[in-house]
């Protein structure tokens, strides 16, 4: 006999079951006192009431029948009528919205597949052009999708190379992907050159603002400055936007667009010989969370501009004296210049892996990064409340490394360091898959 969780012969009691989901957080990230900086963006208390309020009142309905749910219809056609018009779209821009950043990008790559098949019958072997910052979800597209992912260098400055790109294009390829920003150094891309590219060349030009674009915006807003990445750039052909990141929505909600109709067309699915019936989907899903939809409206409509500039200047707030924070610590330094609120950092005395594991010590997640190694931050509104806290913990976890060169080559962070430079990537990648094989167990 094992224990392996059965499902209970009798229920258990509402009160009971709610109590036992509160303690089982005990031992999760402390997001809410700004230890972490990704997976959560944490607003305020009165935002997440609203938020999960909208998400519960359509925690049954399924945005998969727009004719059952107009009231769903409606609002997806909002989210992303909001979005476009925030990005600069006019009335031709359209899109879907979808259960997050990866999906968005699996279907834009979808969509421009689908494309060159019915413009460019010729291209038997389709590919693709990106920067070797861009985010994962386009590997993973173009491992589920058949395309061919050509990669192209970041410059000293961490912005992919447009020069790169002009000589990686061959009769093959179809699409060219810059990020707005890029996740891993949180730099824009030089969108414009890429765009005229795509557009001299007859190609598609997708950018990548999962992260930036519901914050670009403001921050330009503010007064930074922040080079034109959406459609405000002519040849840009769509744009990927996550609500459930600086939308502040609830997980789920993400928002894909394209420069017209006709491309968007390319990403729908339809299938007509089913005994269930006709069958046609706008995205990868089949169900589709009505709560997700309904909870990403009232973010918007619920903050407005007002509160998307605002929040914006919280997160610049903090930045600016977590950067003030950093010149005083001698060693560290800023990777390029980031955009708005996602940075990375490094340690003069290569002491990243070390000080994350000091920090993770004191409940700060910092996520290492390689290539070059790195500590990752990515600022929510209400990490202004605990900047000092912050930063005074760093100070001392780069002092105690520093007196203590073991916790640099020892330990947890020697192995971190090893995986990020180990020549085998097949040995680093069946790593990754062993991890997820025991991680679910
Ligand atoms: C988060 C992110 C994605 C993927 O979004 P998910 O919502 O995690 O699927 C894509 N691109 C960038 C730049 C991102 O930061």
Known sequence: MTDRPMIPERGTGKDQLLAELAAMKANDADWRHGRTFSLVYNVSEEHEDLVKRAYGLYLAENGLSPIAFPSLRKMETEVVAMTAAMLHGDESVVGSMTSGGTESILMAMKAYREWAR???????????????????????????????????????????????????????TILIVGSAPGYPAGVIDPIGDLAALAAERGLGMHVDACLGGFCLPWVRQLGYPVADFDFAVPGVTSISADVHKYGYAAKGASTILYRDAELRRHMFYAYTEWPGGLYGTPTMTGARPGGAIAAAWAAMRG?????????????????????????????????????????????????????AE??????????????????????????????????????????????????????????????????????????????LDGVWR
């Open 118 to 172: 019915a413009t460019k019958p010729q291209i038997a072997n389709p590919e693709v052009i990106l920067p070797v910052s861009a985010h994962p979800a386009f590997e993973k597209a173009a491992h589920y999708l058949g395309l061919t992912n050509v990669h192209i260098p970041v410059g000293d400055d961490f912005r992919a190379d447009v020069a790169a790109a002009r000589d990686a294009i061959t009769l093959n």
């Open 303 to 355: 903050l407005g501009r007002e509160g998307y500039l605002a929040l914006a200047k919280r997160i610049m707030d903090a930045r600016e004296r977590i950067f003030e924070g950093f010149a005083t610590i001698p060693g560290i330094e800023i990777l390029g210049t980031p955009a708005m609120g996602v940075f990375a950092f490094r340690h003069a005395g290569g002491g990243e892996f070390a000080i």
């Open 358 to 435: 000091a920090m993770d010590e004191r409940g700060w997640k910092l996520d290492r990064q390689q290539n070059p190694t790195a500590l990752h931050m990515m600022l929510s509104p209400a990490h202004l409340d605990f900047v000092d806290e912050f930063l005074a913990d760093l100070r001392a976890c780069v002092a105690l490394v520093e007196a203590e060169p073991a916790r640099v080559t020892d330990g947890a962070a020697a192995m971190y360091g090893a995986m990020a430079t180990m020549p085998d990537r097949g040995v680093v990648g069946d790593f990754v898959l062993d991890f």
